[in-house]
């Protein structure tokens, strides 16, 4: 009798050990995917303040947006991204830092929105394979023959600001 309660109260500990490290061992992996989720996602909310300060044809707005889209962009571990965010990332890095070094070096408007269009691109590429929580539009501006990327389906022209504010169009919604 004594040898089978001792034997219940060993399988019940190991039962409830394996419960605990299991459920550790979840809760690590669910961090872990929130943090590589917040890495991108700090730079996607600084591209989007970059774009709504160009809509408002703001020039030095823009360079101060862009100056903390450097930062962002600067502040993501790399190793804490998923495997085909990590990949994209490796490809535009670069060129997302020299984008935005670029636009938070001047306040010529012409040039931050010339710039603009190759910020757009890499974090076009970025967020493609983020699964963003909410619909980003990709918008396209015949005029300025460029894409931009916005949280809302109105369309807002960065590349003229109020003097051709909508011109444009939704051209991909990303999920």
């Known amino acids: ?67 903390t889209l450097l930062t962002a962009i600067t502040a993501v571990k790399m190793d804490k991204l998923k495997s085909n965010e990590h990949t994209v990332w490796m490809k535009v890095v670069k060129k997302l830092t020299a984008d935005a070094k670029s636009i938070s070096a001047t306040t010529d408007l012409k040039k931050q929105r010339e710039t603009f269009k190759s910020l757009s691109k890499g974090t076009y590429d970025l967020i493609k394979v983020s699964s963003p929580t909410e619909p980003i539009y990709k918008q396209y501006c015949p005029m300025a023959d460029a894409d931009w990327l916005s949280k809302e389906k109105a369309v807002k022209n960065p590349y003229y600001g109020s003097s051709m504010l909508t011109c444009g169009n939704v051209v991909e919604t990303i999920k």
Do not use: C, H, P, W
């Not at 961090?31 to 774009?51: C, G, H, N, P, R």
């Open 1 to 67: 009798m004594k040898k089978s309660i001792i034997a219940l109260t060993a399988t019940i500990a190991v039962l409830f050990s394996t419960t605990i490290i299991q459920a550790s061992t979840n809760n690590t992996e669910a961090t872990t995917i929130e943090i590589a989720d917040s890495q991108l996602q700090s730079v996607f909310d600084a591209y989007f303040t970059v774009k709504d300060a160009l809509i408002k044809s703001d020039s030095k707005l823009t360079s101060a947006k862009a100056a």
